[in-house]
């Protein structure tokens, strides 16, 4: 069965310094992967979005990157945080071509407190 | 560009039936699909319609009219697990998805 994993589960973090965040699909070959990030109370906002390796598209321009260096790997990085980037981070997946390419699984999410 | 509007809350009581409508401007639309969180936890999938017309699966219904670019989540027989924040959620055929900002059921005994 396929699983996301990402990590790590919380963070707290001075403004100014820089971020990773990691996501890793297991059970499934050539996802399309996912970043949202969710503030508090609110909907999710569509970051990144990639079809395979090294393919990345970002939906929205800010302080943050994302990058896939293997098939099933997804990071999201920041070199300097600012205090609007707090809030909850979902990596998430779908396999277009199985039956259930309609369906996105999201990892258990980061929350990320900028301070 | 993309946009949802669902109901920010709504209040309804235990065994009675809620619909959740959700409309979208959204281009190259593919799909809607239905999303439960729970509070401090991951979205979960309930329901995706591709065509126009009503999906039902247990107690869950939903329903898209593309014509109108609008559809609804319908939940019947409500139990108090069901108080979550219920997402609406546009697919485009480029397989990216977008988000409405969510509606928060409560349910009341």
């Known amino acids: 069965s396929q699983t996301i994993h990402q990590w790590p589960a919380t963070l707290v973090q001075p403004v100014g310094s820089p971020l990773s965040l990691e996501c890793t699909v297991e059970?499934?070959?050539?996802?399309?992967l996912y970043w949202y990030r969710q503030a508090a109370g609110r909907g999710l906002q569509l970051l990144f979005y990639s079809v395979g390796i090294g393919q990345i598209s970002s939906e929205v321009p800010q302080n943050l990157s994302a990058s896939r260096p293997q098939d099933r790997q997804f990071i999201l990085s920041s070199k300097k945080l600012l205090l609007s980037d707090s809030g909850f981070y979902l990596c998430?997946?779908?396999?277009?071509?199985?039956?259930?390419?309609?369906?996105?699984?999201f990892g258990e999410g980061s929350w990320l407190t900028v301070v | 560009g993309q946009s949802l509007e669902q109901p920010s809350e709504v209040t309804a009581v235990e065994g009675a039936i809620v619909q959740i409508n959700c409309t979208y401007q959204?281009?190259?639309?593919?799909?809607l699909s239905w999303y439960q969180q729970h509070d401090g936890g991951a979205p979960t999938f309930l329901s995706y319609?591709?065509?126009?017309g009503l999906e039902e699966t247990g107690r869950f219904s939903s329903f898209l009219s593309r014509s109108d670019s609008y559809g609804y989540l319908l939940l019947q027989e409500l139990q108090m697990k069901d108080s979550a924040s219920y997402f609406c959620?546009?697919?485009?055929?480029?397989?990216?998805?977008?988000f409405g900002s969510g509606t928060k059921l409560n349910v009341k005994p």
């Open positions: 059970g499934t070959s050539n996802p399309n």
């Open positions: 319609n591709g065509l126009d």
């Open positions: 959620a546009a697919r485009r055929r480029n397989n990216k998805f977008y």
């Open positions: 998430a997946w779908i396999d277009i071509s199985s039956s259930s390419g309609n369906t996105i699984y």
């Open positions: 959204t281009s190259g639309f593919y799909g």
